[in-house]
């Protein structure tokens, strides 16, 4: 159980990035953020992957506070971030050097496998092309096995048929372990498509907004008009956070809303 | 008539696929023949303006349009390197010079790796010694030479402590520069699985560090074979700066360009190695060079 109590972030510079978000993630759920710019979705992120502090409030996994990196939580960033000088299988395996040489390149051969990019094993990352250096982006996150994967933006600089494609692996390779998911995006599509929840945040401080559960069995069909009225259900919740106008529902309430699955 | 000069049409483009299909396939099989030309008759083309030049100037003295008297032709500098290499002299120049280098080469690239690494990675380090640093770089480095001849005395000491002083900054303002440029998202990944400190250095910092590193180390060495020079012209009785010192004293101009014959042979030699040393290190590089086939 991941739970975030009422974390709130301040930069130094006096940015207030995020306020007060709650909410309780069951394990094996996939929760998908979304929200216009500078909505402290990534602030977000960076707190649960213990990058950042928060200024306020906690980060707890099963009853662990959250305050650096974390064994049990994985992320994977917009950008692959693989390490150049080292080959795509030394990459999938860099968070195993505690292993045995023997268990890791075993796992790392699976993995190889799993992501099919078994021939690239000895290429070096700058012999990919994006798409195949996000899925070794995604092995390396995968192969320790964490409870909690963050994914920031994790397909948004990819072409719109390597991002479905990326998606619909990501959802496979999740039927393995079936770790917890938290997916930062700005694409209505993606979170329908991958995700049990939806949560929407509105900017300037950032914070939550409206919860949207997605009660659709998977594999979804992106062109089932069930799947289109969730879309534009998120849609509307997303033009809504941003209409100053409307003012935020009550916190007491959108706690709990964000607490119940 | 039409229908069949239309089937010729189809038979001619169709044999020239094939035509096109085979000369691919040949030219799959070719490539170690040219490919083996084109390796070596590149390096090939730059030795044909030195060589070209040389020979002109042998055939210039010896139809005796010039007496070659202060500019020696190639056989006459030749013969020099021959006599010096005969008596032993050569070897001694040569072991005097090079050892300097080495010594030099050595402190600096020490002094200036510890401290650059220092300045890279602790800003408050970098705030309290790089202005000094910086400060001591903008001197020209032969101003040292009467100061050094003062402190250490006219023989070995002062010379590679000028050698030393001259491979210090290269090195020690590349290595601060690339940890400093090392890239954070980089860093953050090593964070994310938790690297401890010299898990970190070990692991990320070092191998992003490599390639500014050897680069500094070759404009280091470079600036070591400078300073050989300045630190031989002040009063030394053998090495390849003392051969210049002499053949200009005693008139003797084919010692002289031989002496810089071998300084060239001799650096690019060293720089060379340094190259061939960490090309494995560095194989993983995306470099312009290595794409388009030059190096």
Known sequence: MLALDRVGKTYPNGVHALERFSARIKPGEIVAIIGGSGCGKSTLLRA????????TGTVTLDDAAITAPH?????????????????VADNIGFGLSDLPADIRREKVDRALTRVGLADKAKAWPRELSGGQAQRVAIARALVPQPEVLLLDEPFSAL?????????????????????????VTHDVDEAVVLADRVLVMRPRPGRLFEVINVNLARPRDRASPLFENFKRHVLTALDRSLDRNIPDADPKSMAGEAMWW | ??????????????????????????AIAAPPASARLRRYARPALGLLLPL????????????????????????????????????GELTRHITAT????????????????VLGAISGYWGLAR????????????????????????????????????????????????????ILAVDRKIVEVGRIFRLSGPAMIRRILLPAVLPAYVVALRVGLGLGWMFVVAAEFMGAS????????????????????????????????????IEVATAPLLRWQDAFGRQSGAA
């Open chain 2, 127 to 178: 705030q309290l010694l790089d202005p000094t640093v910086q400060a001591l770089r903008a001197i020209p480095s032969i101003a040292w030479v009467p100061l050094f001849i003062l402190w250490l005395g006219i023989f070995e000491t002062s010379k590679i402590a000028l050698i030393a002083v001259g491979v210090f900054f290269p090195v020690y303002l590349g290595v601060m520069g690339a």
């Open chain 1, 159 to 183: 072409d719109a048929f390597t991002r479905r494609d990326l998606q619909d692996h990501l959802l496979d390779l999740w039927k393995d372990t079936r770790p917890t998911l938290i997916l």
């Open chain 1, 48 to 55: 649960i992957a213990g990058l950042d502090r928060a200024s």
């Open chain 2, 1 to 26: 008539m039409l229908h069949s000069s239309a089937r010729r049409v189809l038979a001619m483009t169709m044999s020239a696929e094939l035509h096109v299909t085979r000369e691919r396939a040949d």
């Open chain 1, 71 to 87: 064994a049990k939580i994985g992320i994977i960033f917009q950008e692959p971030r693989l390490l150049p000088w080292l080959s």
């Open chain 2, 238 to 273: 053998e090495g390849l700066g003392y051969l210049l010192i002499d053949g200009q004293q005693l008139g003797k101009p084919a010692q002289i360009v031989a002496a810089i014959v071998i300084f060239a042979i001799l650096g690019k030699t060293t720089d060379w190695l």
């Open chain 2, 98 to 113: 090079v050892s300097r280098v080495a010594a030099g080469f050595g402190l600096g690239v020490v002094a200036g790796t």
């Open chain 2, 52 to 87: 070209g030049l040389a020979l002109f100037w042998e055939l210039w003295v010896w139809l005796g349009y010039s007496n070659g008297r202060l500019v020696p032709p190639p056989t006459k500098i030749f013969a020099t390197v021959m006599e010096l290499a005969k008596s």
